[in-house]
């Protein structure tokens, strides 16, 4: 069974730094590209950022190119979001995902709130 866990989310406050973490399992975690979502109320989901299986190339959204990382470690089976210059308008639910043949799994999502 595909299980994805997301932890790491926060308040912080403008410009501030957090880490989001996914640990995946139920499947073969570095044969998989991985993802980061985020969904607010009201608008549609979006793809933030993508890692390929090996992690030597990632994507991301112009909204968040050159403040946010993403990265894996697969013998932790774990993929890292780490965001940086933090704004209000990266308030969000972030979830990760991962696309297997033909189904898509998520984790249950982590709340990232961006307020002074």
């Known amino acids: 069974q595909v299980q994805l866990v997301e932890s790491g989310g926060g308040l912080v406050q403008p410009g501030g730094s957090l880490r989001l973490s996914c640990a995946g399992s139920g499947f073969i975690f570095r044969s998989y590209a991985m993802n980061w979502y985020r969904r607010t109320p009201g608008k549609e989901r979006e793809l933030v950022a993508s890692?390929?299986?090996?992690?030597?190339?990632?994507t991301y959204a112009d909204s968040v190119k050159g403040r946010f990382t993403i990265s894996r470690d697969n013998a932790k089976n774990t993929v890292y979001l780490q965001m940086n210059s933090l704004k209000p308008e990266d308030t969000a639910v972030y979830c990760c995902n991962v696309r297997i043949r033909y189904s898509s799994y998520w984790g249950q999502g982590t709340q990232v709130t961006i307020s002074s």
């Open positions: 890692i390929t299986a090996t992690g030597g190339s990632t």
